[in-house]
């Protein structure tokens, strides 16, 4: 998996893939992202920090949301 890809979990629940620390590369670690809709709310949680993040985020988020 890469950086970006999106894994559906369950029909309410999203992973969306970080990357580990490169310190080799002074690359920082991007955290994986779950993104989980309770009923009228969408709960996101760790948020990746590149710009590889924005458009997983956003697409799940439109999917899952209430």
């Known amino acids: 998996m890469a950086i970006g890809d999106v894994v559906e979990i369950d029909k309410l629940t999203e992973l969306i893939v970080g990357q580990p620390f490169d310190e080799a590369a002074l690359q920082p670690d991007v955290a994986n992202a779950i993104l989980h809709r309770a009923g009228e709310t969408l ?24």
């Open 43 to 66: 709960v996101l949680i760790d948020t990746g920090v590149t710009e590889a993040f924005r458009l997983p985020l956003l697409e799940s988020a439109e999917r899952l949301r209430p």
